[in-house]
């Protein structure tokens, strides 16, 4: 029979509670070894074009415009993180049908994709179509005057379906040109008679000698929106986030703020695209 000196079962039995008690502090004070404290954001693959000043690719390669920093304020709000893709118009649309990119700052309403996406019920940005012209050229009070002319427009951009429809008449001459400043060139070269093209984006370049002579007659307003791919599962949801995290930086006076949208403008004659 194994026998105890007194006090030493007291003792043992103390000792124990103490390095019990040491274990479990040292438990609670430690976090657990693959805990990560900074929740890892989903990154959006966003595809923009060159359309200065809402979207473009300034001189260090990276996303620039208007319409790109108030996507990267809605991105973070959100709860996302993004990464910018530069592409061609004609890629960026077929990027969005194989679901590569998960979404765009676009237009409403672009047929080639219309079908293929889901837009956002917010439009942070309005854009309007123009033709061009020279002051040596009437102004268009109709769209019909523009019949029998030649009509510079920019490759690569349907200009909401309008493109497609002039394509499809007899009596309109199309010229495309590789870019707008060649396009302005080019109608002031009297290469054609009107230039069909957005006004922000031409106005933004008129700075060349005898760009003063360049006048504009309002076409069409069309509304700037989101519009994500729905080859993606996550489009439906993404919109909603996206339109909700708009709204509440509209609130804050962080973006512009939510506008009633109707249906735009159009010039007397404007086809029923």
């Known amino acids: 029979m194994l026998l105890l000196k007194p006090g030493y079962r007291t003792y043992s039995l103390a000792f124990m509670a103490v390095c019990t008690a040491c274990l479990f ?4 004070a430690s976090p657990p070894a693959l805990a990560d404290p900074t929740p890892t954001r989903q990154t959006l693959q966003v595809g923009y074009t060159e359309f200065p000043p809402f979207t473009y ?7 620039a415009g ?5 996507t990267r304020k809605v991105v973070l709000e959100a709860g996302y993180t993004t990464e910018f893709v530069f592409l061609p118009p004609s890629r960026l649309l077929q990027h969005l049908r ?17 079908y293929e996406t889901l837009e956002s019920w917010v439009s942070p940005v309005t854009l309007d179509l123009h033709a061009w012209h020279l002051n040596t050229t009437e102004t268009l009070k109709t769209f019909d005057q523009i019949k029998h ?3 510079i427009v920019i490759s690569g951009y349907n200009y909401g379906g309008l493109m497609s429809w002039m394509e499809k008449q007899s009596d309109i001459a199309l010229t495309e040109a590789p870019n707008r400043r060649a396009a302005i060139d080019m109608l002031k070269r009297n290469r054609g008679d009107y230039l069909v093209d957005y006004h922000k984006p031409v106005q933004a370049l008129l700075s060349a000698p005898g760009d003063e002579n360049l006048h504009s007659t309002k076409l069409l307003s069309r509304e700037g929106v989101w519009v994500f791919a729905l080859s993606r599962p996550q489009a439906e949801i993404w919109r909603e986030q996206f339109d909700d995290a708009y709204i ?15 249906p735009g403008y159009k010039i007397i004659g404007f086809p029923n695209l």
């Open 25 to 28: 502090g040292f438990a609670l």
């Open 57 to 63: 690719q300034n001189s260090q390669g990276q996303a």
């Open 66 to 70: 208007e319409f790109i920093d108030i």
């Open 98 to 114: 194989d679901g590569i990119i998960d979404l765009a700052p676009s237009l409403s309403g672009t047929p080639l994709v219309v």
């Open 149 to 151: 002319k030649r009509v």
């Open 248 to 262: 509440r930086l509209a609130e804050k006076g962080e973006v512009p703020p939510l506008r009633r949208l109707g």
